[in-house]
């Protein structure tokens, strides 16, 4: 059997995941005290600002952010989207638990919760969607 590579050092902490997600939320680039503000407001986390510096400074390095100053604002630019980390992540999910079937991925997300008629004809004309292309 094939050992099956993961990209090393492009996945987030759990931290990191929170403070994306902050960033990925506001849809343009934060201020720093704004991403702080929201950070402790929405999951309860009161970084200080050296700490908060130190995790978009390990993203920068991983390609999620880029940082930059205007004046003497400091500012998060999104380098990454959040569709293209999810589809990244999906990808490994089903390559490394599911070996490689999408079949079973899929299966597996409907096993502990019941799905809705509107949600079974929402990904059925998904999927006739991508039949179509």
Do not use: P
Not at 63 to 78: D, E, I, P, Q, S
Not at 84 to 103: H, I, M, P, S, V
Not at 109 to 125: D, G, P, Q, Y
């Amino acid at each position: 059997m094939k050992d099956i590579e993961l990209e090393e050092g492009r996945d987030l902490t759990s931290c990191e995941t929170l403070i994306m997600k902050t960033i990925w939320d506001e849809k343009e680039d934060i201020s720093a005290i704004d991403l702080r503000r929201k950070l402790k407001e929405r999951y309860g986390k009161d970084y200080s600002r050296t700490t908060l510096a130190t995790f978009l400074i390990k993203m920068s390095d991983k390609g999620f952010v880029k940082n930059y100053r205007v004046g003497r604002n400091a500012y998060v630019h999104a380098t990454k989207s959040e569709e293209e980390y999810k589809q990244e992540l999906l990808e490994d999910t089903r390559r490394f638990w599911f070996a490689g079937k999408t079949e079973e991925l899929v299966c597996a997300l409907f096993k502990k919760r019941k799905v809705s008629k509107e949600e079974i004809a929402n990904i059925r004309r998904q999927l006739d969607e991508l039949d179509d292309d």
